[in-house]
C-alpha cells in the first residue's frame, strides 16, 4: 500500500469513526433484535475475509514435508480445533465465551506488535476487548446471557469492567509511544477502535473495529506477505473459505435451533467467530512449533 493511499484509509476511518459517534449521540442506536442480527451478519460478510489465507500463509512457509504435516493434515487439523470449540458451546457455553474473550486480547494484541512491545500490544488488545463495558455494562451483560442462555454468563461484563480501566491506561500509553515511534497511522487506528468500541453500543461498536480496523489490517499485512496484488490474485483464496464460514454460521443456526430468527442470528454469528478463531491461532503455532523443533536435515 503506498504512503497515498495508506493517508486516505486513515482518514476514511477517522472520518467514519467521528460520523458513527456524532450520529449516535443525535439519534441513538437502538438496540433491537433485528438491528443485532443485522449488523452480526455483515460483520461475517465483512470480517472472516482475512482469516482465508491461513493455509497460503503455511504453504509458503515450506513443503509439506518441511512443515511436518501433510496439507490434508493441516486441513483436519483446522476442522478439528473449529469442532472442538463447537462442543465447547454446547457443553459449557459460558467457558466457551471467557475463552473467545481472551483468545480475542491474544488476536487483537497482534495487530499492535509494532507498538513498542507485547505489554504495550496486550494492554491495547484488551482495552478494546473489555471498553464495551465502561459505559455499557448492562447491554454487554444481556448480551452475554442471550448468546450463551445462561444468566450466569453476566458476571463476564462485571469482569470486564474490571479490567478495562486499567487496560485502558496502559492502551494510551501505547498510543503515545506509537505516536512517538512515527508510527502515527497505527496510533490513529488504535484510537478509532477503543473511541468506537467505548462509545457506541456493543454491537455495532464491535463491528466497526472488526471490519474496519482489525480486518483490513490483517488483510493487508497478509497479501503483502503473499505477494497478492488484486481481486484476480487473492479472490480465489478469498472467496471460497469465506463463504465455508458463512456455510459454518448457517449450520451453527440450524444446530442451535433458536426460535427468534434475530437472536439466532446474532449468535451463530458470535460462536462463527469464535469457532474459526481457535484454529486460525493455534494452528499455525502447532505446526510452525513442530518445524522449529524438527528443522529439515541439511542436504
Known sequence: MTALSRNAATAGLVFVTLSAIGLNAAV????????????????LIFGLPHGSF???LLRRSGPSSRLGYSRLAIVLLYIGCAALMYLVWRLGPVLALASFLILAMAHFAEDWHDCGSGFLATGIAAA???????????????????????????????????????????????LVVAWQAGRQTLA?????????????PPVPGFALFFCLVHSPMQFR??????????????????VPLSLGGLG???AILVLNGNSALATGIFASSFMTLSILTVPHMLV???VRG?????PPTPA
Open 54 to 56: 491461513d493455509l497460503a
Open 28 to 43: 441513538p442506536i437502538t438496540s433491537s433484535p433485528g438491528l443485532i442480527a443485522t449488523i452480526s451478519a455483515l460483520l
Open 188 to 200: 490513529i487506528s488504535a484510537g478509532c477502535a477503543l473511541a468506537v468500541t467505548l462509545m457506541l
Open 221 to 238: 499485512h497478509h497479501t503483502d506477505s503473499l505477494g497478492l496484488r488484486g481481486f484476480r490474485q487473492w479472490g480465489p483464496v478469498v
Open 128 to 174: 478494546i476487548v473489555t471498553a464495551p463495558a465502561l459505559l455499557h455494562r448492562d447491554a454487554v451483560a444481556d448480551l452475554f446471557v442471550l448468546l450463551t442462555g445462561e444468566s450466569s454468563a453476566a458476571f463476564l461484563a462485571d469482569f470486564m469492567l474490571l479490567v478495562a480501566p486499567t487496560a485502558g491506561a496502559v492502551a494510551l500509553v501505547g
Open 284 to 286: 499455525p503455532m502447532v
Open 290 to 294: 513442530r518445524t522449529d523443533a524438527h
Open 248 to 250: 459454518v454460521a448457517v
